[in-house]
């Protein structure tokens, strides 16, 4: 399937994911107020545009006042939960802030927001303290299940270990959370079988949720640098690498209907309806930006996502107004 090129074949998968969805996990949308804090990190991914060696990234840090306006919005807009999201930091001082925005945050209606986490690698106690303050679920994309593009794709140091993301995840799944992950697709030296691999991961590991979305290249990276000059690192074209993002949800959701998946705002770097395309081939979750539109243009992990200042427009699907939607297959488990 991954590798075909039938546009009726094609259409079918995507229809059949879409009526999956509809039949084990209803007609309703869920959304995440997606509040991206800060685009400082201390990782150096080699694709990424918000990476610590990018001296070209103007970097900011939401206030306190600034993450909890965003949080009444959410809960104002009926959002249901929000995504506090920002590059990997650790030390004492940032869990603390962390904490203690979770413990204000859960005040907002009286604890009537979900929470879900996506700031990285954290040692087990880090992510119990932020469990115990009041998020319960948490974001940390695998990027590849095969441990050798992985080490293609990041700094070759201790910093940067397949083996400690895979521990983050499992310590994160036995604390309580629904864990979520997700891969990039479509990345140079990335072949169908990778992909393939990806799905049987994602659902051997029976996360609950997962955002998967397709590599959009960002000019000052490394990794752009490489596949310009490496004939072997070459990437699909964009009208691919879009195919190849829904066709992986589509799969993914026959292959384990009844978990979350998210519309990744990725998607619609490639293509403006590109999230509305990823609700009709299977998905369920969209995350829309609620971070101040001042700093969102700093946030650029890849090109392009800078421009995307427009919500999305979601006339056509039913919302899941005030719900954590939580993932069916978590309760179940
Ligand atoms: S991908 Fe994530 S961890 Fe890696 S540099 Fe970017 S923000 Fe940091």
Not at 85 to 107: A, H, M, P, W
Not at 165 to 188: C, E, F, N, T, W
Not at 244 to 259: A, E, G, H, N, T
Request: net charge negative; charged share 25%.
């Amino acid at each position: 399937m991954l590798l075909c090129k039938e546009p009726e074949t094609i259409g079918n998968l995507y229809k059949r994911a879409a009526d999956l969805k509809l039949r084990t996990i209803g007609p309703k949308v869920h959304l995440r107020g997606l509040i991206e804090i800060s685009n400082i990190c201390r990782k150096n991914c080699l694709y990424c545009g918000i990476r610590s060696g990018n001296t070209l990234c103007e970097r900011y840090t939401l206030t306190d006042e600034e993450i909890l306006l965003c949080a009444e919005h959410a809960y104002s807009a009926e959002f249901g939960s929000v995504v506090i999201q920002g590059g990997e930091r650790t030390g004492k001082k940032f869990t603390e802030r962390i904490t203690s925005l979770l413990q204000r945050i859960k005040l907002i209606g009286n604890g009537a927001l979900g929470i879900t986490l996506s700031l990285g690698e954290q040692s087990e106690e880090v992510y119990k303290e932020w469990f115990d303050a009041g998020a319960h679920r948490y974001l940390l994309r695998i990027e590849t299940s095969d441990p050798d593009l992985f080490r293609k794709i990041h700094p070759n140091d201790r910093y940067h270990s397949y083996d400690r993301r895979i521990r983050a995840l499992m310590d994160l799944k036995s604390i309580g959370y629904q864990a979520g992950s997700g891969v990039m697709i479509g990345l140079p030296w990335q072949n169908a079988e990778h992909l393939a691999s990806d799905l049987l991961f994602l659902k051997e590991m029976d996360f609950p949720m997962i955002g998967m979305g397709p590599y959009v290249p960002h000019d000052d990276t490394p990794l752009t640098q490489m596949a310009a000059t490496d004939p072997t690192a070459s990437f699909p074209s964009v009208a691919d690498r879009l195919e190849l993002s829904l066709k992986m949800i589509s799969l993914l959701r026959i292959l384990v209907p009844d978990i979350n998946i998210a519309a990744s705002t990725a998607l619609e770097a490639l293509h403006p309806k590109g999230r509305i395309m990823a609700l009709r081939s299977g998905a369920n979750i969209v995350m829309p930006n609620i971070t101040p539109s001042d700093y969102r243009k700093y946030y650029n992990l890849y090109d392009r996502k800078a421009l995307l200042l427009e919500d999305l427009d979601l006339g056509e699907v039913e919302i899941g107004f005030g719900e954590w939607g939580d993932s069916l297959h978590f309760n179940k488990v």
